[in-house]
């Protein structure tokens, strides 16, 4: 099947620093990525949606400039989080979206999800 | 009002049970539908996906759309302890901007 990897699984880092988290898809080659954040008993809050070879697209109420996006080639997405404040603590989840065989079928799309970063910023 | 609706439990049951969980949601655009189990401190894991209203079976799991509704579920039978996690049922309008909207998850313990 499918497989999303993503690296580091957690980070710990003083406030004021900046993590970088790689998202890649491994047998596939994904045109689409997601970045999701999920705090504590809460569902996935998407972020933004990574294109590659374009500029990504922030939600509502996200800063691009402390979020910066890369999605550099087709298997590889990632997310940046500039001068970390504890408020950004949380685990961050990306997915890929694999194509479906069928030729003009958006339905048989599937979206792969990564097994998540948890950052601490201290 | 969310877009979609789940009750994030905990859901308590014993071995062997049958477990329901469901989704209400307001946005009738919506026509595919898929569960995911999070275990803790995991990313989701696809369970299972409908395109539309009716049943779909896999082994002891069931989903189920009613449109006309607006509920979803997801039937898991003879629970099992290694079933304990988060469930989250999640949809989209199936267009090709592909943003899936998420419940809050159900937290689901099977106790042996």
């Known amino acids: 099947g499918a497989v999303v990897s993503q690296h580091p699984s957690r980070v710990i880092c003083k406030s004021g620093t900046s993590v970088k988290i790689e998202c890649r898809s491994l047998?596939?080659?994904?045109?689409?990525m997601f970045w999701y954040r999920q705090f504590p008993k809460q569902s996935l809050m998407l972020m933004a949606t990574?294109?590659?070879?374009?500029?990504?697209?922030?939600e509502q109420g996200v800063e691009k400039d402390k979020f910066l996006i890369n999605h550099a080639s087709l298997t590889l997405s990632t997310l940046t989080v500039t001068s970390a404040h504890p408020e950004d603590s949380s685990f961050y989840i990306c997915?890929?979206?694999?194509?479906?065989?069928?030729?003009?079928?958006?339905?048989?799309?599937?979206?792969?999800f990564g097994p998540g970063t948890r950052l601490t910023v201290l | 009002q969310k877009e979609v609706e789940q009750d994030p439990g905990p859901l308590s049951v014993p071995e062997g049970a049958i477990v329901s969980l469901n989704c209400t949601y307001s946005?009738?655009?919506?026509?595919?539908f898929m569960w995911y189990r999070q275990y803790s401190r995991k990313g989701p894991e696809l369970l299972m996906y409908?395109?539309?209203?009716g049943n779909k079976e896999d082994g002891r799991f069931t989903a189920q759309v009613d449109k006309s509704s607006k509920y979803i579920s997801l039937f898991i039978r003879d629970s099992q302890p290694s079933d304990s996690a988060t469930y989250l049922c999640?949809?989209?309008?199936?267009?090709?901007?592909?943003?899936?909207?998420f419940g809050a998850g159900t937290r689901l313990f099977v106790k042996a």
């Open positions: 409908t395109y539309s209203s």
């Open positions: 990574s294109n590659e070879g374009s500029k990504a697209t922030y």
């Open positions: 997915s890929a979206v694999r194509k479906g065989r069928t030729s003009g079928s958006s339905i048989t799309d599937t979206q792969y």
């Open positions: 946005n009738s655009a919506f026509q595919y």
């Open positions: 999640a949809m989209r309008v199936n267009t090709g901007g592909f943003k899936t909207i």
């Open positions: 047998d596939f080659q994904a045109t689409t």
